[in-house]
C-alpha cells in the first residue's frame, strides 16, 4: 500500500492563479481531509470529506474549494491564489470512526505551495 | 529514512491516573516537535518544542523534549474522561521540497470513569 499520497510535493504560483491538489489514498478509507501547516500554528483543517460524493467546510475554507467525485481521491482547488494561501498543505485520511469515538488519521508527505 | 515512532499505541486508565505518552524521532535537520491531541476532525494543537529540558505546561498536561536522546514525552495529571483522544507527534524539520511533517501512529488514550 502507498497509504496516502498528494501531488505535486512544491508549486510556486503567481498570486491569481489557479491550481490543484491531488490527494490519493489506497486505504479505503471513508474520511478524507485536507490541512494547513503555517509555522507556529500547527495544523488547520480546511475541509473535509465523509464519503464519496460529499464534502464539508473546516476551520479556514475561504479561497478553497474541494471534490470527492471518487472515494479514493480528495481534490483541493484553488480558484485565485494569494499570497495568504502560501503554505504547506497536507492530506489525511481515516476509515469510519470507530465505535468508542477515536479515529485515526493517516497524513500524507506534504505540498508546499509559495504564492508570489 | 525519517521516522517518528509513538508508545504505546493504545492505553487505558481510569479517571485520576497519570499517563505519560513517548515519541521517538529519527529526522535528519531536526526544527521542533510538535504535540497534537485528536477527539473527532481535527487535531488541535498542544505544544510545540524547539529546546531540550524546557518543560511546555497547558493545566494538566505538560511535555519536554530531550535532543540528545530524540524523544519527548507528553504527560497528563489526574487524567479525566475528557483526555480520551488519540495523541499525536509529530516533527518539523527544515528543508525539502515537501511538506514538512513527519507525524507518528499516535498514542490512543482511553480514560475510564
Known amino acids: 500500500n502507498a497509504g496516502v499520497t498528494q501531488t505535486p510535493k512544491f508549486r510556486v504560483l503567481k498570486t491569481g492563479q489557479s491550481m490543484t491538489l491531488l490527494c490519493a489514498q489506497d486505504m479505503n478509507h471513508e474520511y478524507m481531509y485536507w490541512y494547513r501547516q503555517d509555522p507556529g500554528m500547527g495544523l488547520r483543517l480546511i475541509h473535509y470529506?465523509?464519503?464519496?460524493?460529499?464534502?464539508a467546510k473546516g476551520e479556514v475554507p475561504d479561497g478553497y474549494n474541494v471534490s470527492r467525485l471518487k472515494k479514493q481521491n480528495f481534490l483541493l482547488g484553488l480558484e485565485s491564489a494569494a499570497p495568504s494561501q502560501t503554505s504547506v498543505y497536507f492530506c489525511?485520511?481515516?476509515?469510519?470512526?470507530?465505535?468508542?469515538?477515536?479515529?485515526?488519521?493517516?497524513f500524507g508527505p506534504g505540498t508546499r505551495l509559495l504564492v508570489l | 529514512e525519517d521516522k517518528v515512532v509513538q508508545s504505546p499505541l493504545s492505553l487505558v486508565v481510569h479517571e485520576g491516573d497519570t499517563v505519560t505518552l513517548n515519541c521517538s524521532y529519527e529526522v535528519t535537520n531536526f526544527r521542533s516537535l510538535l504535540w497534537y491531541k485528536q477527539e473527532k476532525k481535527a487535531p488541535t494543537f498542544l505544544f510545540m518544542l524547539?529546546?531540550?529540558?524546557i518543560e511546555k505546561k497547558s493545566g494538566r498536561l505538560s511535555s519536554i523534549l530531550d535532543k540528545k536522546e530524540l524523544f519527548s514525552i507528553l504527560n497528563i495529571t489526574a487524567t479525566q474522561t475528557g483526555d480520551s483522544a488519540i495523541y499525536l507527534c509529530?516533527?518539523?524539520?527544515?528543508?525539502?521540497?515537501?511538506?514538512?511533517?513527519?507525524f507518528g501512529k499516535g498514542t490512543k488514550l482511553s480514560v475510564k470513569p
Open positions: 489525511a485520511s481515516s476509515p469510519i470512526r470507530d465505535p468508542t469515538g477515536g479515529e485515526t488519521q493517516y
Open positions: 509529530a516533527s518539523d524539520t527544515y528543508g525539502g521540497s515537501q511538506g514538512n511533517l513527519i
Open positions: 524547539t529546546s531540550s529540558g
Open positions: 470529506s465523509v464519503g464519496e460524493g460529499t464534502t
